[in-house]
């Protein structure tokens, strides 16, 4: 191991070395059994990515857009966990940290925080869009956008501070996903107070998205009450995305289907109208005729005066006639 330290000086601290010595079979299992779970991971996503572009490309829901940046940031974030960009391609460093341990900051760990911002965002604008929480639940969909908008803004103050040499990341971290943390909560509430007031396809996406958010609770909590640090075996990650897109789906397909059954009944409520609008027009078109009769029988009547006016007229005339006679 070559180790460039000179640069470390100015730190004005001393370094302690260490060295774990791991068997060659087990690191290697371990590396194949991450590259195995990287690449399922990466698959489903795509799978699920590509099958939901077809279906926005057809009908431009919003919902469905949100859906599919989830799973973009969730790519990102489950190859940057597992720090798979330092193999696709070289991560420049911005920032190096000595603590009690050696710390750096570079584009790996930028990804990182890229695709957990993507997730949550587009999470939130999910459970917004699909719930119609700016009309159903108000106040909720007040507190979930100001709760996006301050992750939103922690996480760039932070990512900025990161990059330009200031490392502060091993300082901020648990706050970090304390506010991650919080947000999911806030979501979760959401969800559970959309199925209380029974709001449409609210059952399906409280269901089906449960377990992915167990499990995306469960990385903050791991890193805050456990370790920050650790990554060996924590397999949360994967779990997270896969339940996630699969979720998803199952949400989106009960979301189509309410709003088919929707379509159905105001297709029939359309063909009541039209029926209803039939019959006022044939009821018309009677009144019309009935009308018309009667304006015939008026007329006649008219006439039969007029004829017996005229008579009557005629006879007081010849009356008159025969005494003056």
């Not at 290697?28 to 991971?41: C, P, T």
């Not at 999910?126 to 929480?133: I, V």
């Not at 039969?304 to 008159?320: D, F, G, S, V």
Request: net charge positive; proline share 3%.
């Amino acid at each position: 191991i070559k180790v460039h330290v000179e640069k470390l000086r100015t730190f004005n601290r001393s370094l302690l070395p260490k060295t774990a010595l791991v068997k060659k079979a087990f690191n290697d299992r371990r590396e194949q059994n991450l590259l195995v779970a990287w690449i399922a991971g990466i698959v489903v996503l795509i799978l699920f990515f590509f099958n939901n572009l077809y279906v926005y490309l057809s009908f431009r829901d919003s919902t469905v857009l949100y859906y599919l940046l989830a799973q973009l940031g969730g790519m990102i974030y489950l190859t940057a966990y597992w720090q798979f960009f330092h193999v696709l391609f070289r991560c420049p460093v911005f920032s190096i940290g000595l603590d009690l341990n050696f710390n750096h900051y570079d584009l790996n760990f930028l990804l990182m925080h890229v695709g957990i911002v993507l997730t949550l965002g587009s999470f939130v604008q999910l459970t917004r869009s699909y719930l119609s929480t700016k009309q159903t639940l108000p106040r909720l969909d007040t507190l979930l956008r100001w709760a996006m908008n301050g992750y939103f803004l922690f996480s760039l103050v932070l990512a900025a501070i990161n990059v330009s040499g200031f490392y502060v990341e091993i300082y901020t971290l648990p706050y970090d996903n304390l506010l991650a943390l919080l947000l999911v909560v806030i979501v979760m509430y959401t969800c559970v107070i959309g199925y209380r007031r029974r709001l449409p396809a609210a059952t399906p996406f409280l269901v089906a998205n449960m377990m992915p958010l167990v499990f995306m609770m469960a990385i903050p909590l791991f890193h805050v009450l456990v370790d920050y640090t650790t990554k060996e075996n924590l397999f949360l990650p994967d779990l997270v995305i896969v339940s996630q897109a699969l979720g998803f789906s199952i949400a989106l397909v009960a979301r189509t289907k309410a709003i088919q059954n929707a379509l159905k009944a105001k297709e029939m409520e359309a063909h009541q109208l039209e029926f209803n609008l039939r019959e006022i027009s044939l009821r018309q078109q009677l009144m019309e005729l009935e009308n018309q009769k009667i304006n015939l029988e008026i007329n006649s009547e008219k006439s039969r005066n007029e004829l017996l006016r005229q008579t009557l007229e005629a006879n007081q005339r010849e009356l008159a006639s025969m005494a003056m006679y």
